[in-house]
């Protein structure tokens, strides 16, 4: 049963340390898991944490976590962060011989602002303290905790040194981590933010991080973000670790080591980002919702800041959308304008620091977490872009996914683009128009709409024409429209009744093709019966008719269509009858003679070059005769 857990991805959390410098966290955790942590020469020299450690620890119910010891020296809150970002539930420790310090406090208030809402409190060092001094330090620590995400966590006096504590504090967070919800995502594309890089004779390039999202597996091509923006096209992975044991499937909420294949490590860094191909991209804007601590200062619209995103930190100029300040202890929505772009994906916690100490605490001033991290170029209204922050914050996917395809109109969106802009497409209900195109349903519907009025509008202007075709129903509707979610919408309309297709198009149901002016069409007849075989121009008939040529001209072709009247040319039409009669005797005439030249053709239809030439080549278009040399035979 404890076996099944641990492999399932639930049950892979992270454990993360946070807490003053020289607070103990090390010692802690080296009692804990019997590992060190402190693995470069200048941090066993020093005594102090400089980069992050990692350490495997096995809990009284056989659950593991992975652990991560973070530094707390005021200049490496980067480090800190890095870490931070990627775990589910805090070891927050703080020293008895000392109590809350100011960066006790801003490690506190980032494991708040990511959100950190699950742990346990370790009182070290009481062994150098009194007893009455353990109690009073633990009602401080207690006191401090208010208001945060560790509000009434358990605080567990404990001393490294002589192991007093430790089996408490180890059924304490066995406890937190058996009540607490994996924070890491486990949707989406696999990522995993960069926050080590080395190399490893015989293996090449390593590099370690917390895995998000999807599993990673052994084989797999990745991309690579770096730092810099420079993107390196793909790797592969060689081979994955766990805490140094060797794995084919690192699953989402672990802490893994990577070997990759095809990059060098000196293109790599922290900051950068191992990603499924195509799902991960550089941002230069995000929309987000933000928090700003309580002790920090109210904050401008403008207003410049350093963010920490991932395991990368950049310069960033803060839009606040749905205000123009806000104040300590507010939560509002901005859009956050990087100064180099960054990879970031849909739900990655953020931690903005200032360039100022705050009293009594750090640099930190807020933080939250990105809604939009592809925001649509489009200038919107802030009213519009806070409505949609909203439905995203609300955490109701089918509606963040509706509210993307909505935002693209009639364009409409591929799945490959909704996979570039969010974690995952489950909940996906819109229309599809084409192989691999969506359209929100109520644009769809408008889109449905405007083809139908489109047909109706056709028919009004050339009731001649039986049917409607595409292009000119296409030329009617906006050109945002696909052709695709154009006949997609022609198809709808005819699936509702509300349109009939044919081989020639469409046409509103029970549509007849008529003469828009009846007595303009009877006239039109009478004159070109009595013309016989030397009809006058479609210009010299409509002079004579008083009529419109582009009017004489959908009426002669309605005619036309009705067998009335016979299309000789662009230009001259001819009556239909005389056309069948003069085709009786060309035929007769062929089977007499065997062809006819153009004068044998005068002489037949008694016309003129001006008629003649064009009676000749019509019967070659129909098929009747066939040009040879100068004269024509039967076919």
């Given at each position: 049963?404890?076996?099944?857990?641990?492999?399932?991805?639930?049950?892979?959390?992270?454990?993360?340390?946070?807490?003053?410098?020289?607070?103990?966290?090390?010692?802690?955790v080296?009692?804990?898991?019997?590992?060190?942590?402190?693995?470069?020469?200048?941090?066993?020299?020093?005594?102090?944490?400089?980069?992050?450690?990692?350490?495997?620890?096995?809990?009284?119910?056989?659950?593991?976590?992975s652990?991560?010891?973070?530094?707390?020296?005021?200049?490496?809150?980067?480090?800190?962060?890095?870490?931070?970002?990627?775990?589910?539930?805090?070891?927050?420790?703080?020293?008895?011989?000392?109590?809350?310090?100011?960066?006790?406090?801003?490690?506190?208030?980032?494991?708040d602002?990511?959100?950190?809402?699950?742990?346990?409190?370790?009182?070290?060092?009481?062994?150098?303290?009194?007893?009455?001094?353990?109690?009073?330090?633990?009602?401080?620590?207690?006191?401090?905790?208010?208001?945060?995400?560790?509000?009434?966590?358990?605080?567990?006096?404990?001393?490294?040194l002589?192991?007093?504590?430790i089996?408490?504090?180890?059924?304490?967070?066995?406890?937190?981590?058996?009540?607490?919800?994996?924070?890491?995502?486990?949707?989406?594309?696999?990522?995993?933010?960069?926050?080590?890089?080395?190399?490893?004779?015989?293996?090449?390039?390593?590099?370690?991080?917390?895995?998000?999202?999807?599993?990673?597996?052994?084989?797999?091509?990745?991309?690579?973000l770096?730092?810099?923006?420079?993107?390196?096209?793909?790797?592969?992975?060689?081979?994955?670790?766990?805490?140094?044991?060797?794995?084919?499937?690192?699953?989402?909420?672990?802490?893994?080591?990577?070997?990759?294949?095809?990059?060098?490590?000196?293109?790599?860094?922290?900051?950068?980002?191992?990603?499924?191909?195509?799902?991960?991209?550089?941002?230069?804007?995000?929309?987000?919702?933000l928090?700003?601590?309580?002790?920090?200062?109210?904050?401008?619209?403008?207003?410049?800041?350093?963010?920490?995103?991932?395991?990368?930190m950049?310069?960033a100029?803060?839009?606040?959308?749905?205000?123009?300040r806000?104040?300590?202890?507010?939560?509002?929505?901005?859009?956050?304008?990087?100064?180099?772009?960054?990879?970031?994906?849909?739900?990655?916690?953020?931690?903005?620091?200032?360039?100022?100490?705050?009293?009594?605490?750090?640099?930190?001033i807020?933080?939250?977490?990105?809604?939009?991290?592809?925001?649509?170029?489009?200038?919107?209204?802030r009213?519009?872009?806070?409505?949609?922050?909203?439905?995203?914050?609300?955490?109701?996917?089918?509606?963040?996914?509706?509210?993307?395809?909505?935002?693209?109109?009639?364009?409409?969106?591929?799945?490959?683009?909704?996979?570039?802009?969010?974690?995952?497409?489950?909940?996906?209900?819109?229309?599809?128009?084409?192989?691999?195109?969506?359209?929100?349903?109520?644009?769809?519907?408008?889109?449905?709409?405007?083809?139908?009025?489109?047909?109706?509008?056709?028919?009004?202007?050339?009731?001649?024409?039986?049917?409607?075709?595409?292009?000119?129903?296409?030329?009617?509707?906006?050109?945002?429209?696909?052709?695709?979610?154009?006949?997609?919408?022609?198809?709808?309309?005819?699936?509702?009744?509300?349109?009939?297709?044919?081989?020639?198009?469409?046409?509103?149901?029970?549509?007849?093709?008529?003469?828009?002016?009846?007595?303009?069409?009877?006239?039109?007849?009478?004159?070109?019966?009595?013309?016989?075989?030397?009809?006058?121009?479609?210009?010299?008939?409509?002079?004579?008719?008083?009529?419109?040529?582009?009017?004489?001209?959908?009426?002669?072709?309605?005619?036309?269509?009705?067998?009335?009247?016979?299309?000789?040319?662009?230009?001259?039409?001819?009556?239909?009858?005389?056309?069948g009669?003069?085709?009786?005797?060309?035929?007769?005439?062929?089977?007499?003679?065997?062809?006819?030249?153009?004068?044998?053709?005068?002489?037949?239809?008694?016309?003129s070059?001006?008629?003649?030439?064009?009676?000749?080549?019509?019967?070659?278009?129909?098929?009747?005769?066939?040009?040879?040399?100068?004269?024509?035979?039967?076919?």
């Open positions: 049963m404890t076996a099944e857990r641990n492999a399932s991805s639930a049950s892979r959390m992270i454990l993360g340390t946070a807490g003053h410098i020289d607070h103990g966290k090390t010692s802690l080296r009692a804990l898991t019997g590992v060190d942590c402190d693995r470069l020469p200048e941090e066993k020299s020093r005594g102090i944490t400089i980069a992050l450690g990692f350490a495997p620890f096995e809990l009284p119910s056989g659950r593991i976590l652990v991560v010891d973070v530094p707390g020296h005021e200049g490496l809150v980067r480090t800190m962060v890095s870490g931070a970002t990627g775990i589910d539930l805090v070891l927050f420790v703080v020293a008895a011989d000392e109590g809350i310090m100011p960066q006790s406090r801003e490690h506190l208030a980032i494991c602002l990511l959100g950190i809402e699950s742990g346990v409190v370790a009182l070290t060092k009481i062994d150098a303290v009194d007893p009455d001094l353990v109690e009073l330090a633990q009602l401080e620590i207690a006191e401090e905790l208010e208001g945060t995400g560790l509000s009434g966590a358990p605080i567990v006096p404990v001393s490294a002589q192991g007093q504590g089996e408490e504090l180890q059924t304490a967070l066995d406890a937190a981590a058996d009540a607490a919800p994996p924070r890491t995502l486990r949707e989406g594309p696999a990522w995993l933010p960069v926050d080590r890089v080395f190399s490893k004779h015989g293996f090449g390039t390593v590099v370690t991080g917390t895995l998000r999202g999807a599993p990673l597996c052994e084989g797999d091509r990745v991309e690579i770096t730092d810099e923006a420079r993107g390196i096209p793909s790797a592969r992975v060689r081979g994955l670790q766990e805490h140094g044991e060797a794995t084919e499937r690192a699953l989402p909420g672990s802490r893994c080591a990577v070997n990759l294949q095809g990059v060098e490590i000196a293109q790599l860094s922290r900051g950068s980002v191992i990603a499924t191909p195509g799902r991960v991209a550089y941002r230069s804007r995000v929309e987000v919702e928090r700003l601590l309580n002790e920090a200062p109210a904050l401008d619209d403008g207003a410049s800041v350093s963010a920490h995103v991932g395991t990368s950049r310069r100029r803060v839009a606040l959308l749905d205000r123009r806000l104040e300590p202890g507010d939560l509002g929505f901005a859009e956050l304008s990087f100064d180099r772009p960054v990879p970031a994906v849909e739900g990655d916690r953020f931690i903005l620091r200032g360039f100022g100490r705050l009293p009594n605490a750090g640099w930190t807020g933080g939250g977490r990105i809604l939009d991290a592809s925001p649509t170029r489009q200038r919107r209204r009213e519009e872009r806070v409505d949609d922050l909203k439905i995203i914050a609300h955490g109701d996917r089918s509606a963040v996914i509706a509210t993307r395809v909505r935002r693209t109109g009639l364009r409409g969106i591929t799945e490959d683009e909704l996979l570039l802009e969010l974690r995952s497409i489950d909940g996906l209900d819109g229309i599809r128009v084409g192989a691999d195109r969506w359209l929100d349903p109520e644009i769809f519907a408008r889109l449905r709409g405007d083809v139908v009025a489109s047909v109706r509008a056709h028919h009004k202007e050339q009731p001649t024409d039986p049917w409607v075709g595409f292009a000119a129903v296409r030329s009617q509707v906006p050109g945002q429209a696909s052709d695709d979610a154009v006949r997609a919408a022609l198809e709808a309309a005819v699936s509702a009744n509300d349109l009939e297709s044919g081989p020639s198009g469409y046409r509103d149901p029970g549509h007849q093709a008529h003469a828009g002016d009846p007595e303009l069409a009877a006239k039109a007849s009478r004159a070109i019966r009595a013309a016989g075989l030397a009809p006058d121009t479609l210009k010299t008939l409509a002079t004579t008719l008083g009529s419109e040529e582009r009017t004489l001209r959908t009426t002669l072709e309605h005619l036309a269509r009705e067998g009335r009247v016979v299309r000789v040319s662009s230009d001259l039409f001819f009556d239909a009858e005389a056309i009669q003069l085709q009786d005797r060309l035929v007769a005439y062929l089977k007499e003679n065997g062809k006819i030249d153009p004068a044998g053709y005068k002489g037949l239809t008694g016309q070059r001006k008629h003649t030439v064009p009676l000749m080549e019509f019967f070659d278009a129909q098929r009747i005769t066939l040009r040879r040399d100068n004269a024509r035979v039967l076919r």
